[in-house]
């Protein structure tokens, strides 16, 4: 386990846990060939069926919302039929950004899985710690690191070929 400060732990990773990372990590890798920042996610429900996965779709539709976490919120929520995605793990490449962790408060998500640290914009302990504030009326499980050197990879060659 990995600790954030004296008060926040995260949980240990579950053997479903690295499978999904690997589907999000490819998922990572198609938003790269598209010439998007690698990021992929999925949200599974509490069976395990994946509910909804996407990359990043910032560049594509002119939208700095289209994160892959905003993008699977609503595909879940519009194919559960409900703005609350209780019970349902969140999947992603990158420790979210506030908006995403903020989407992922709001939707009620339970569970939360990311693969590398995001030191810039991570609000989810490396920034901020939005996700398991004790002053909001929701906190959720974080599983951190899995798969982070994978995922962190994706993000160091993209960014090199960027500069």
């Not at 599974?44 to 996407?54: K, N, P, Q, R, V």
């Not at 939005?130 to 050197?149: G, I, K, T, W, Y």
Request: aromatic share 4%; hydrophobic share 45%.
């Amino acid at each position: 386990m990995r600790r954030i400060d004296a008060r926040l732990t995260f949980m240990q990773v579950r053997p479903a846990d690295d499978q999904a990372m690997q589907r999000a990590l490819t998922l990572a890798a198609d938003s790269a060939a598209r010439g998007e920042i690698p990021v992929g996610a999925l949200i599974i429900d509490s069976t395990g069926e994946i509910l909804a996965e996407s990359g990043n779709w910032n560049e594509a539709k002119f939208d700095p919302t289209a994160h892959a976490e905003i993008e699977v919120i609503r595909a879940a929520a519009t194919k559960l039929s409900s703005a609350r995605l209780d019970g349902c793990t969140l999947v992603v490449t990158l420790e979210p950004c506030p908006m995403c962790a903020g989407a992922a408060m709001q939707a009620r998500i339970a569970r939360l899985v990311f693969g590398a640290d995001n030191k810039d914009y991570g609000a989810v302990g490396s920034k901020f710690d939005v996700v398991r504030d004790s002053r909001l009326p929701h906190q959720m499980e974080v599983v951190a690191n899995v798969r982070a050197d994978e995922a962190k990879e994706l993000l160091d060659r993209f960014f090199e070929t960027k500069r």
